[in-house]
C-alpha cells in the first residue's frame, strides 16, 4: 500500500523553537507539498518541490523553509516557531499531473 | 490571484437525498480539477479528477461536472448515507506545469438519518 508517512502527529513546541516536519513518500514521486490547514482557511499551499534540491514557493511561505535532499523525503522547518503557527500541517506528493496523496498530518501546537 | 470559493461551508441533508456541492474558481484556466473527502483528524482522500475537456465524470453514486465557461465545477453524492458524512474539498492546478494544486476551504457534509 503506497504512503505517505509524516513523522510527528501531534508536536508541541515553544515560541523561537526551530521545529522539523520530516515528510517520507514510497511511491518515487517527482512532486511533494507541504500546506497548512485552520479552521475556515482550507488547505494553504506553503512550499512545494518538483525534484530533489528544486522548491517553489505557495501561497503562505513566510516563516518557513523547506528542504529536498532526497527524491523521497521533504522537511518543512520554522526556523522560530510563533504561536501563529499553530495548525495542522499536511504533506502530500503526485508524479506529474496527478492525483494527491496525503500523509496523516502533524498537528503543532506552539506555546 | 488565484481564488477557489466553494459556496457553502457546512451542508446538511436528509438520508437518501441528493447533497450537491459547488466549486468557484476565478483567475485562472484549469487542466483539471480534483475532489476530495477529508474525515476529522485525518489527511484529505482523492474522490475524482475530471479534466478541461470532460463535462462529466462519474464514479458510483458520486457525480463531478465541470463548466469551464462558467468556472464552476458541481460534486454530486446521489442516494446520500450518513457515512458521507465529511468536509470535501476541491482543488486544482494553477500553473502550467501542473504542479502547484491548490484548495478550496471546503464544505462540511453532514447526512442525518
Known amino acids: 500500500d503506497v504512503k505517505v508517512t509524516q513523522s510527528s502527529r501531534y508536536l508541541v513546541k515553544r515560541t523561537g523553537e526551530k521545529v522539523f516536519l520530516e515528510c517520507v513518500q514510497d511511491?518515487?514521486?517527482?512532486?511533494m507539498f507541504w500546506y497548512r490547514q485552520d479552521p475556515g482557511l482550507g488547505l494553504r499551499l506553503i512550499y512545494f518541490s518538483y525534484d530533489v534540491k528544486m522548491k517553489e514557493k505557495g501561497d503562505i511561505p513566510e516563516g518557513y523553509s523547506v528542504s529536498r535532499e532526497k527524491k523521497e523525503r521533504f522537511s518543512l522547518i520554522l526556523e522560530s516557531a510563533s504561536t501563529n503557527q499553530t495548525s495542522m500541517y499536511l504533506c502530500?506528493?503526485?508524479?506529474?499531473?496527478?492525483?494527491?496523496?496525503f500523509g496523516a498530518g502533524s498537528r503543532l501546537t506552539v506555546l | 490571484s488565484q481564488k477557489i470559493e466553494q459556496n457553502s461551508e457546512a451542508l446538511n441533508i436528509q438520508e437518501g437525498k441528493t447533497a450537491t456541492l459547488t466549486c468557484n474558481y476565478t483567475n485562472y484556466s484549469p487542466a483539471y480539477l480534483q475532489w476530495y473527502r477529508q474525515d476529522p483528524g485525518r489527511g484529505p482522500v482523492f474522490l475524482l479528477l475530471?479534466?478541461?475537456?470532460?463535462k462529466e465524470k462519474r464514479k458510483e453514486r458520486l457525480k463531478v461536472t465541470f463548466d469551464t465557461t462558467l468556472k464552476q465545477s458541481l460534486f454530486h453524492i446521489t442516494a446520500s448515507q450518513p457515512a458521507d458524512s465529511a468536509t470535501y474539498l476541491c482543488a486544482l492546478d494553477i500553473d502550467s506545469s501542473a504542479s502547484k494544486i491548490i484548495f478550496g476551504s471546503g464544505t462540511r457534509l453532514s447526512i442525518r438519518p
Open positions: 502530500a506528493s503526485n508524479s506529474g499531473a496527478n492525483v494527491l496523496t
Open positions: 475530471i479534466r478541461e475537456n470532460e
Open positions: 511511491m518515487d514521486h517527482e512532486n
